[in-house]
């Protein structure tokens, strides 16, 4: 039995690690060809910096936290307003400069906001009334509208879903749901109105897109780039087929390392290498909703299923920018991405994961998130 409760977790540590390798390796890629920057061996610095902060997370009993699921929720708005006091840094203000480390407090919202609403939704039933979602979804929309306003589009778009699929996964009801999904519609316009010009002409830039031809100036053209340089990799990539590089232009790619990397892990291993990646990313996140269905703590299993939705709706928003199905709204690629705030944060929730899988706890009674209707 014990064997059978570690093969899961030790499942999301192997896919972990490949996609923290084949990150690098996409870094490193993106050095070479396009501003030969050196950011591989600062993030290779941070992702042994991260590794041992996973290892603490996955030792101590995540129920320990189960208490400070507020107190951190409430710690982080803050630190998302002292932002506005910083000077912008690529037309944003998303960083707090601690000395030799930039914070990005929208790292920290994102898991300080599961804890609270794991700690919200656990033992109680007031989200089983259509009034007890309204305390969670505005809990959600302060932060979102915060990190909105920096502006940081990519991170804001994320505490829905996980809002929705944590309410999901301790029993609210159905029809509540769908009402939970129509305030997000109609929070839209919201969104809307908080984005700068640049934002919305990523968005629009989607529905004029087109393949081929030069790269049209102004709007249009990351997108263009994004997909060119994925195309150069072919089907087995450069680094297989010994491939010739082609114009330097074509490798010119703002942001590769970080919200484009996936580009150039593309461009190095190919159609074969992009959907190997995918398949890991598929397989943590199925072994992810597995250790939430098997355990039998209601704080560890809301807890489980809001990294998994958040680390998944990351991967689909950013792979999906990359090839033109989603606009592009500047969101970090879990585990691959540079960037030392966002690594550290996804090492501290796959942390927490595991340690869920390694405490699936004892049967309750009654039994967890079933209620009658």
């Keep these: 039995m014990r064997a059978a409760a570690l093969r899961t977790p030790l499942l999301v540590v192997f896919c972990a690690t490949a996609l923290l390798l084949i990150g690098l390796t996409g870094i490193h890629r993106a050095d070479a060809l396009s501003d030969g920057s050196n950011l591989f061996s600062r993030q290779l610095t941070w992702v042994l910096c991260g590794v041992p902060v996973a290892v603490v997370f996955a030792t101590i009993p995540y ?20 932002v506005f006091w910083m000077p912008p840094r690529n ?17 920290l919202a994102k898991l300080a906001f599961i804890l609270a609403l794991a700690q919200y939704l656990r033992f109680q039933e007031h989200y089983r009334r259509l009034g007890g979602l309204i305390p969670p979804f505005l809990v959600a929309l302060i932060p979102a509208a915060l990190i909105l306003k920096e502006p940081d589009l990519g991170s804001a778009m994320l505490f ?9 996964a301790a029993g609210a009801r159905p029809r509540h749901l769908v009402l939970v999904m129509l305030l997000g519609v109609i929070s839209l316009p919201v969104f809307w109105w908080g984005m700068n010009a640049e934002q919305k002409s990523r968005i629009t830039a989607l529905f004029s897109q087109r393949d081929g031809g030069p790269a049209p100036q102004g709007d249009g053209y990351h997108l263009h780039q ?15 087929a010994g491939m010739p590089l082609a114009d330097p232009d074509a490798y010119h790619l703002p942001a590769g390392q970080t919200d484009f990397v996936y580009c150039w892990v593309g461009e190095r291993w190919g159609l074969w290498g992009g959907l190997a990646t995918l398949g890991l990313y598929g397989v943590l996140f199925t ?12 704080f560890g299993r809301l807890l489980a299923v809001g990294i998994v939705t958040l680390l998944a709706t990351q991967t689909i928003i950013n792979t999906g920018m990359t090839v033109g199905l989603m606009p592009i709204v500047g969101i970090t690629l879990p585990l691959m991405s540079y960037g030392g705030s966002s690594l550290l944060a996804t090492c501290v929730a796959l942390g927490l994961l595991i340690n869920v899988g390694l405490r699936p706890g004892d049967r309750l009674d009654p039994e967890p998130f079933a209620f009658r209707d």
């Design 160 to 168: 829905l879903p996980v809002l929705f699929a944590m309410l999901f």
């Design 63 to 82: 129920t320990r936290w189960r208490r400070w699921g507020y107190a951190a929720l409430a710690a982080t708005l803050p630190l998302l307003a002292a």
């Design 91 to 107: 037309g944003a203000r998303s960083w707090l400069p601690l000395g030799w480390f930039d914070l990005q407090p929208s790292e």
């Design 226 to 240: 994004s997909k060119l340089v994925l195309a150069l990799g072919g089907l087995w990539g450069s680094e297989l």
């Design 287 to 298: 072994g992810g909703l597995s250790i939430a269905a098997r355990t039998r703590d209601p």
